[in-house]
């Protein structure tokens, strides 16, 4: 069985561009959450999604937005990069009700702003 | 807000010897949730081990244990045997138990190096 798939594996940007990163979860999960990890830091929330609907928000700006769709996976997008978005990127999806369960992860997104 | 302190940045053990890694955090809730990821250079997050705050015995897996000490707000994990493979960045993490929000606060992470 496939585990949570994440796209692309490497990213380079410019500042002040746009990006999108992508997020299949494990098929049957149902939520999916968008984590920041900044070098030499723990995972930082950013969003969680469920049935398309978002459930929680972190501490991040409005430049960063995300969605769900039918087939659940997701879309998390940064506007106007800066520099400090420089990070990995990380999905996790999750069985609601499963908070024992905790979260599966990919292995995520490095993007690198220039 | 809860917050999630893991005091040691580095640590390092020989092969087959055990080693403890500290966790403490800070919340108000009575009922939550508490975990330990690992993240290797790979950078995929895995799932360690696991504990409920409201049992009280402290969770076990294979070479992987606990010692949840929920008054001190303590959740430190116990390496046994260790291998190489062990080496990685330890994160511990919280979830509460209530709301729909299934959010994880990650500690800063412990770098822990197997030496053969």
């Known amino acids: 069985d496939a585990g949570v798939t994440q796209s692309p594996t490497h990213l380079i940007k410019t500042r002040g561009q746009h990006v999108t990163l992508r997020c299949s979860p494990i098929s049957g999960h149902k939520s999916v959450s968008w984590y920041q990890q900044v070098l030499g830091q723990g995972p930082q929330f950013i969003f969680q999604y469920y049935e398309k609907e978002e459930r929680g928000r972190g501490n991040f700006p409005d430049r960063f937005s995300a969605r769900q769709f039918p087939n659940y996976s997701s879309e998390l997008n940064v506007n106007a990069l800066l520099l400090g978005d420089s990070a990995l990127y990380l999905c996790?999806?999750?069985?609601?009700?499963?908070?024992?369960?905790?979260?599966?992860f990919g292995s995520g997104t490095r993007l690198t702003v220039v | 807000a809860q917050t999630v302190t893991q005091s040691q940045p580095e640590m390092s053990v020989q092969e087959a010897e055990t080693v403890t890694l500290s966790c403490t955090y800070d919340t108000s809730e009575n009922n939550y949730y508490l975990f330990w990821y690992k993240q290797p250079p790979s950078r995929q997050m895995i799932l360690v081990i696991r504990q409920e705050a409201y049992k009280q015995q402290n969770a076990t897996e294979n070479r992987f244990s606990v010692n949840f000490q929920k008054a001190a707000k303590s959740f430190s994990l116990k390496i046994s045997d260790s291998q190489l493979g062990d080496t990685a960045m330890y994160f511990c993490a919280f979830m509460d138990s209530g709301g729909s929000n299934y959010k994880l606060t990650f500690g800063k992470g412990t770098l822990l190096t197997v030496n053969p």
């Open positions: 996790a999806s999750s069985l609601t009700g499963m908070r024992l369960g905790g979260y599966t």
